[in-house]
């Protein structure tokens, strides 16, 4: 069986909880490469803090060297819910009001109108589309 690829970044323990870590990830030279850079989260700034909930929490400390790891298909679906159906819905409603007769002004408005009601949509699935979305940690050696 073909294994996923996998998208890793190292990064460093910042918090401990009973059944989390949290990890600061600093963006590294790999993502220069990178064809999807630009569009991805991790490329908008120099570090991120990712929360992990593995199995092995408590055997993690501040401080500790780690790698955090993520399918690539993860990076794909974030990609297309963040940035491309916003976009279709925002074209689709504009074009949709246009067609209808209405106004350009009207067209403008409902098509932000139906963008910012998707992303409240996504906002109210978000922990549902968080549990998709899994992150592996193990230890630099």
């Given at each position: 069986?073909?294994?996923?690829?996998?998208?890793?970044?190292?990064?460093?323990?910042?918090?401990?909880?009973?059944?989390?870590?949290?990890?600061?990830?600093?963006?590294?030279?790999?993502?220069?490469?990178?064809?999807?850079?630009?569009?991805?989260?991790?490329?908008?700034?120099?570090?991120?803090?990712?929360?992990?909930?593995?199995?092995?929490?408590?055997?993690?400390?501040?401080?500790?060297?780690?790698?955090?790891?993520?399918?690539?298909?993860?990076?794909?679906m974030a990609v297309v819910?963040?940035?491309?159906?916003?976009?279709?819905?925002?074209?689709?409603?504009?074009?949709?009001?246009?067609?209808?007769?209405?106004?350009?002004?009207?067209?403008?408005?409902?098509?932000?109108?139906?963008?910012?009601?998707?992303?409240?949509?996504?906002?109210?699935?978000?922990?549902?589309?968080?549990?998709?979305?899994?992150?592996?940690?193990?230890?630099?050696?």
């Amino acid at each position: 069986m073909k294994q996923a690829k996998q998208i890793e970044h190292r990064g460093v323990v910042t918090r401990t909880g009973r059944d989390c870590v949290s990890v600061t990830v600093e963006v590294n030279e790999a993502c220069g490469g990178c064809a999807s850079r630009r569009s991805c989260a991790m490329g908008a700034s120099e570090s991120r803090e990712i929360t992990i909930y593995p199995s092995e929490a408590h055997t993690y400390a501040v401080g500790e060297a780690v790698t955090v790891g993520a399918r690539q298909s993860t990076g794909i679906m974030a990609v297309v819910l963040c940035y491309v159906v916003p976009l279709v819905v925002l074209v689709a409603s504009l074009v949709a009001v246009i067609l209808c007769g209405g106004s350009e002004g009207v067209a403008a408005a409902s098509s932000l109108g139906g963008t910012a009601l998707y992303y409240a949509i996504l906002g109210v699935f978000h922990k549902r589309i968080a549990k998709r979305v899994t992150f592996t940690i193990k230890k630099n050696s």
